[in-house]
């Protein structure tokens, strides 16, 4: 018997062994992997500008506590370093041109305007951009009627309407499934929790998604008609008449250059590089070729720096990620932005719907004892809206792009309750307390008007807040804020209009007025934030079906699209506490 028991912790012990010998030699090979994975770049290459994998303008920077050897392992496939590889690509005698090739994305349309731009810039250098697709939505042809030479396959069609937007209701569904999301709130635009109270659209709602789709609609067309050198009056016409819905009719339209099979592409690409027909040409992927940019690049090498500390993603406590502002991560990087002393201005990246007002608000407070010490401007990529604004509005000069969404000045808090389906199924609940408000609210008793009360009255008092520090920020009156606010969203374009904004304008603009304020000519960028992590999160990324996450394993399996859906649903039961929030969305494709 005790044989055999030495031979199990024999066994036992190679096998945790071997299994420390394993994981000990994946960690050395992704640390290696990290530092000396850089992709050559060869002569007369062509980019790739393939953007299936580039979601957020931050790749991220991230601390693992535990295991300091890790830190630094900072990716560079964000949209902010496919922007700084394309004007690197400017003056890379190496690189003669990029093609976008049947390219699908997750960016949103201020994301894609900034990067529309770098390529309108790119262009300004001699080199070329080519573009080819199957089929054209409308995001991507937005983007791709940037380029010199626009291709679609002969069999493919054209997505080319305008813009609508389609909100599903549900009260009849609680009022006949007994389950009910009482809505607290302020703000007669607050479209989030409409569809919970009504069964169709409110003027009001009718009214700012009409004025919003019609202002992202003529940023986009204005852009596509510069490009493609068309009247705006006469893209209108086409798309009003679907007249550019096959290959041919596109092209007679002048949408398109060139309607052809992929291979004749690959063939004109060729020629513009002095390439035989029968031979392959040089090409890069462009994340390939922002991590050798990243890696290899001369930095500049002044002593002034300008920060650039990204809120993007829903705003929630803790300590946050890349697609989430947690107050952690968020005040950590304004204290050790304000208190580095070659750190000489700051500029806030906001990409955010909003979220949880008190963490709102104390990254607003971190923002106003910053500026105290330095400047800090705001740059608005696609959201800023609600708590996206609340932590923008008292910056020194708030940025933004035409086709941003930002206001939803206004306050909610949603509470389920299943009181009547549980009576339904014979579940009934019933609370003994010590004193009349003693209780949490719980969702199997009905509301009680005291709570409800007390929950309005705390709304109230948010949303009181919410205009008091946007009045101050902007240096407008509390009545003049409240006019534009009660939750209504607005397109960049009109922000400006209405005092929200003070300039149009992308990340560049925002960091040329900071160095200006700054009083330098010379700075380098420093990027924040650098987030916290478990040294387990990092197995996950290592390609090994049993370290990867329940996340990752759940989106290989359902797709990016329907993940995404998936995680909105689940940040919605996260929510916690009153929200400063604009869950309204418009997707172009």
């Not at 700012?208 to 204005?222: A, C, E, G, P, Y």
């Not at 250059?257 to 020629?271: L, N, S």
């Not at 400006?496 to 925002?510: C, N, P, S, T």
């Not at 000519?521 to 990324?541: A, C, F, V």
Request: charged share 25%; proline share 2%.
């Amino acid at each position: 018997m005790r044989f055999l028991g030495n031979v199990l912790a024999t066994v036992i012990g190679i096998f945790v062994f071997l299994m420390l010998l394993f994981f000990g030699i994946v960690l050395i090979s992704a640390i290696a992997g990290n530092s000396s994975d850089v992709v050559e770049v060869k002569e007369n290459s062509v980019i790739e500008l393939d953007l299936s994998e580039v979601t957020n303008d931050y790749a991220g920077k991230f601390t693992f506590e535990k295991m300091p050897f890790l830190n630094d392992t900072d990716s560079h496939d964000g949209l902010t370093d496919v922007i700084y590889a394309i004007e690197n690509a400017k003056t890379d005698e190496n690189i003669k041109g990029i093609s976008i090739l049947n390219n699908t994305s997750m960016l949103g349309m201020a994301q894609s305007k900034a990067l529309r731009d770098a390529l309108e810039d790119f262009k300004k250098s001699g080199k070329f951009v080519y573009a080819y697709a199957n089929a054209f939505t409308q995001k991507e042809y937005y983007l791709n009627s940037v380029a010199n030479s626009v291709y679609l396959n002969p069999v493919g069609d054209m997505d080319f309407k305008g813009l609508s937007s389609e909100v599903m209701f549900f009260k009849d569904f609680q009022d006949k499934s007994g389950i009910k999301m009482e809505v607290i709130r302020h703000g007669k635009y607050k479209s989030a929790v409409e569809p919970f109270l009504e069964n169709k659209m409110s003027d009001a709602n009718r009214e700012q998604i009409t004025s919003l789709l019609n202002s992202v609609w003529s940023s986009v067309v204005k852009d596509i008609s510069t490009s493609r050198k068309i009247p705006v009056e006469k893209l209108n016409a086409i798309a009003d008449g679907l007249l550019a819905r096959t290959p041919a009719m596109a092209k007679a339209e002048k949408l398109v250059d060139k309607v052809a099979y992929e291979d004749v592409y690959h063939d004109d690409i060729r020629k513009m590089l002095k390439v035989e027909k029968d031979e392959d040409y040089n090409s890069i992927k462009i994340l390939d070729y922002a991590q050798n940019v990243a890696t290899t690049a001369t930095k500049p090498s002044s002593e002034n720096s300008i920060a650039v500390i990204y809120a993007q993603g829903e705003i929630m406590d803790g300590e946050g990620d890349v697609d989430i502002i947690g107050e952690g991560s968020m005040r950590r990087s304004l204290i050790e932005a304000r208190k580095d002393e070659s750190i000489k201005a700051i500029v806030l990246r906001v990409d955010s719907p909003g979220g949880n007002a008190l963490t709102s608000d104390l990254i607003w407070r971190e923002i106003e004892l910053t500026k105290k010490v330095k400047p800090v401007i705001v740059s608005m990529g696609n959201y800023a809206a609600s708590g996206g604004y609340y932590i923008a509005c008292n910056a020194n000069k708030i940025f933004a792009e035409e086709n941003t969404i930002t206001g939803s000045i206004g306050v909610f808090g949603i509470l389920p309750n299943f009181n009547i389906a549980a009576t339904k199924f014979g579940l009934h609940s019933e609370l003994v307390k010590t004193h009349s408000n003693a209780s949490d609210y719980s969702p199997f008793v009905p509301l009680d008007d005291n709570f409800k009360n007390f929950t309005q009255e705390m709304v109230e008092n948010i949303y009181t807040t919410f205009v008091s520090r946007v009045a101050v920020g902007r240096k407008m009156t509390t009545t003049q804020v409240d006019s534009i606010a009660q939750g209504r969203v607005w397109s960049g374009s009109e922000a400006k209009k209405i005092g929200l904004v003070d300039e149009i304008g992308g990340m560049d603009a925002a960091l040329k007025y900071a160095a200006s304020l700054a009083k330098v000519k010379e700075y380098r960028t420093i990027n924040y934030p650098e987030y916290k992590k478990d040294p387990r999160d990092l197995l996950s990324g290592l390609g090994f079906p049993f370290a990867k996450t329940k996340e990752a394993l759940i989106k290989e399996e359902i797709g990016a699209e329907n993940y995404k859906v998936m995680q909105e649903i689940k940040r919605f039961s996260l929510r916690k506490g009153v929200q400063a929030s604009m869950l309204y969305e418009i997707v172009i494709k």
